[in-house]
């Protein structure tokens, strides 16, 4: 091996398995959000976490709301999934712009992206302050899921997503 810098491990590590964060906006709308950087983080409870930008209008609706949902969604969303890591909510309603289809989640306020491989319903339980992001911990209310649908990865440090 050579030595390399963390973003080039970054890339080498790709592709990491891809995921929309949505919140509800203060006008009760919906928000979605690109991101990479989740994973789970226990099994008694159940938690996942996800790992926000600061500069981002999803943390603090995750602070507000104290809950969001994650979904993995299929291949099909592909172009649109990724116009959601491009702006922000603050100007931009990106499920109704993009077209994508949400549905009503079971036990929270925030809606699930429609066509997904797996949908997680997240309580937040805990958060913590790690540099420029902030990692939410999200205990995970219920889970849904498609085996039929193949879900999208990030490749190329996060500029395009694909299934494998
Ligand atoms: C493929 C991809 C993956 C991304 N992953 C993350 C991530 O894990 N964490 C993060 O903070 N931003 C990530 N982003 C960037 C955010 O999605 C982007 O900053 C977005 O505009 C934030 O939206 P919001 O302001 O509506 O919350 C990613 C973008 C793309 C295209």
């Not at 990491?16 to 226990?42: E, Q």
């Not at 116009?83 to 077209?99: H, I, L, N, Q, V």
Request: hydrophobic fraction near 40%; charged fraction near 20%.
């Amino acid at each position: 091996m050579i030595d390399i810098t963390p973003s080039q491990a970054q890339k080498m590590t790709a592709p990491a398995p891809f995921g929309l964060v949505s919140t509800v906006k203060d006008d009760g709308s919906d928000n979605l959000m690109a991101v990479s950087w989740w994973c789970f983080l226990t099994n008694h409870p159940h938690t996942l976490g996800v790992c926000l930008s600061k500069k981002g209008l999803s943390g603090s609706l995750i602070v507000k709301n104290g809950e969001f949902g994650l979904s993995l969604p299929g291949g099909e969303l592909k172009e649109k999934a990724l116009k959601c890591g491009m702006c922000s909510g603050r100007t931009a309603d990106k499920p109704a712009e993009f077209g994508i289809e949400l549905e009503k989640a079971s036990v929270i306020g925030a809606k699930l992206v429609s066509g997904s491989r797996v949908a997680f319903e997240c309580r937040l339980v805990n958060s913590f302050d790690v540099g420029d992001h902030v990692m939410y911990v999200g205990e995970i209310a219920a889970a849904h899921g498609d085996e039929s649908v193949k879900q999208l990865y990030a490749f190329d440090g996060y500029g395009r997503l694909d299934t494998v």
